[in-house]
């Protein structure tokens, strides 16, 4: 992970770690104590890890420290237990050498569409050919919004009318990928989950499409969490891992949240790993998920 975006990713989390660090602060004595321990299950509680998680830390932290200790053993044994959690949720991001397709799912307003855009980029800073599908019919801002950031990047977008069949779009838009010489396809999809069953109706359909055209599912099923909302992503993923078999998650607005702590619940849960996570609006803020690095910009100021 390239320097500046760690600089990024410890100021993003800087509302979550300040509240951790500022609860452990006024209670440190070099010791272990009730109060300590206490206080550090109340700091992961705000940080919303989540009942069975924040028990399970703390016994884990009492063990593993002496009688006595320093404030930097405090840190660096609870960064070790979340960097080990959370080290389960890593997975390598690999493209097949055919035509690759990249579904992105997830509720209105979690960045879907940006997400999109940001992992374009990188895809090109790669060296590989991506097109962008507008396959967010409902909205016609969805496609609008895809078109421009299509342009700022010099990249081919998809689009049907507003109000067009979904399927119908995402088949178009592989049949000209291959015939055009494509690498990859990262199809953008609705996400109104005040009408949840036609919406997973329709994500059930565009993965048959996928799977009429190229003979296989979509190579990468994403969930795009805003994580701001906590640990109430994970009703949010069960549905769409129900109707896609989801392959990951994308994590983002890791910036705007005291509640970061809710990555160690949800991994737990949902079983399904980390790929990337943003922490900003600019295309940039996007890197691969790396759980040491996550635990020490959760911990270290």
Request: net charge negative; glycine share 8%; proline share 4%.
């Amino acid at each position: 992970m390239p320097e500046s975006f760690w600089e990024r990713l410890r100021q993003g989390l800087s509302r979550t770690r300040e509240g951790l660090l500022d609860t452990l602060g006024s209670v440190f004595q070099g010791q272990k104590s009730t109060e300590l321990f206490e206080r550090l299950e109340e700091a992961l509680l705000s940080a919303d890890v989540g009942v069975e998680e924040a028990k399970r830390i703390v016994t884990e932290v009492s063990a593993k420290l002496p009688g006595r200790f320093g404030w930097e053993e405090l840190l660096t044994a609870v960064e070790q237990i979340i960097a080990a959690e959370l080290s389960q949720a890593e997975r390598d991001f690999s493209l097949p050498s055919e035509l690759a397709l990249l579904l992105f799912v997830g509720v209105n307003g979690s960045g879907k569409t940006t997400t999109v855009a940001k992992m374009g980029k990188w895809l090109l800073a790669q060296g590989k050919k991506p097109i962008f599908v507008a396959a967010d019919t409902f909205r016609a801002a969805a496609i609008e919004q895809l078109k421009e950031l299509g342009e700022e990047l010099g990249v081919e977008v998809v689009a049907h009318k507003p109000g067009a069949d979904p399927g119908a779009v995402v088949h178009d838009a592989l049949v000209h990928a291959r015939a055009a010489g494509y690498d990859v396809v990262l199809v953008d999809t609705a996400g109104r989950l005040q009408t949840k069953v036609p919406l997973m109706e329709e994500l059930k359909k565009i993965r048959r499409v996928v799977e009429k055209v190229l003979g296989r599912a979509p190579d990468e099923r994403l969930l795009v969490v805003d994580a701001t909302v906590g640990q109430n992503a994970i009703s949010q993923a069960q549905l769409f891992h129900d109707a896609v078999d989801l392959t990951g998650l994308i994590l983002t607005k890791l910036d705007g949240t005291a509640r970061g702590g809710a990555v160690l619940p949800v991994v737990r849960a949902l079983k399904l790993p980390i790929l990337w996570v943003g922490v900003g609006k600019d295309l940039d803020d996007l890197a691969p998920f790396r759980a040491a690095e996550f635990a020490r910009a959760l911990l270290r100021g």
